[in-house]
T-cell receptor
Framework: AQSVTQLGSHVSVSEGALVLLRCNYS??????LFWYVQYPNQGLQLLLK??????LVKGINGFEAEFKKSETSFHLTKPSAHMSDAAEYFC?????????????FGSGTRLQVQP | KAGVTQTPRYLIKTRGQQVTLSCSPI?????VSWYQQTPGQGLQFLFE???????NKGNFPGRFSGRQFSNSRSEMNVSTLELGDSALYLC????????????????FGPGTRLLVL
């Protein structure tokens, strides 16, 4: 079965600083990986996803993530944080090993952006 | 194209009651999945419906059930509500292609926030 670990439940950065949100996965088969963002009182919005086409994936709002098989990681980065990036971010994995088509989510990382 | 819609957005119920939540997927999407989000357990998969049939199920008791209609709209029902059922219930839709369904994006609605008193 697959699982996702997000290191750091809260991350605080200054506006303009680098954003790095960590995600490590566990899967016995090649995984598909997703990053979603959730703003207060809203649902989840897809930022980007990895489907094995390219290891460096670019998403919306200037975010990108790199799939590293050797490290079983899929960390999310953004070169320069903006106040509007303050939200909760979820890493998720989808894999065929369980035969169950469902997203398995990490526990989330709340990003705070200081002015 | 309109996004996933969920009704109602907020709901207050008392223990022992039952509740029905509704989800309308993006036009053309055939699969609807339900997730429960709580501060303690995070986001957990409830079940998926496709072609009016439950295809996958998470680890939830039988009090949680659902159905899907011919127009792909889905409802979720929780019977005999418990305090621990208080959560944000999220619905997600996708097209569900036969060969790439595991890598398809699931598009989420705004959720229904259920409070059980």
């Amino acid at each position: 079965a697959q699982s996702v670990t997000q290191l750091g439940s809260h991350v605080s950065v200054s506006e303009g600083a680098l954003v790095l949100l960590r995600c490590n996965y566990s899967s016995s088969v090649p995984p598909y990986l997703f990053w979603y963002v959730q703003y207060p009182n809203q649902g989840l919005q897809l930022l980007l996803k990895y489907t094995s086409a390219a290891t460096l994936v670019k998403g919306i709002n200037g975010f990108e993530a790199e799939f590293k098989k050797s490290e079983t990681s899929f960390h999310l980065t953004k070169p320069s944080a903006h106040m509007s990036d303050a939200a909760e971010y979820f890493c998720a994995v989808s894999a065929m090993d369980t035969g169950r088509r469902a997203l398995t989510f990490g526990s989330g990382t709340r990003l705070q952006v200081q002015p | 194209k309109a996004g996933v819609t969920q009704t109602p957005r907020y709901l207050i119920k008392t223990r022992g009651q039952q509740v029905t939540l509704s989800c309308s997927p993006i036009s053309g999407h055939r699969s609807v999945s339900w997730y429960q989000q709580t501060p303690g357990q995070g986001l957990q998969f409830l079940f998926e419906y496709f072609s009016e049939t439950q295809r996958n199920k998470g680890n939830f008791p039988g009090r949680f059930s659902g159905r899907q209609f011919s127009n792909s709209r889905s409802e979720m029902n929780v019977s005999t509500l418990e305090l621990g059922d208080s959560a944000l219930y999220l619905c997600a839709s996708s097209f569900r292609s036969a060969d790439v369904s595991y890598q398809e994006t699931q598009y989420f609605g705004p959720g229904t926030r259920l409070l059980v008193l």
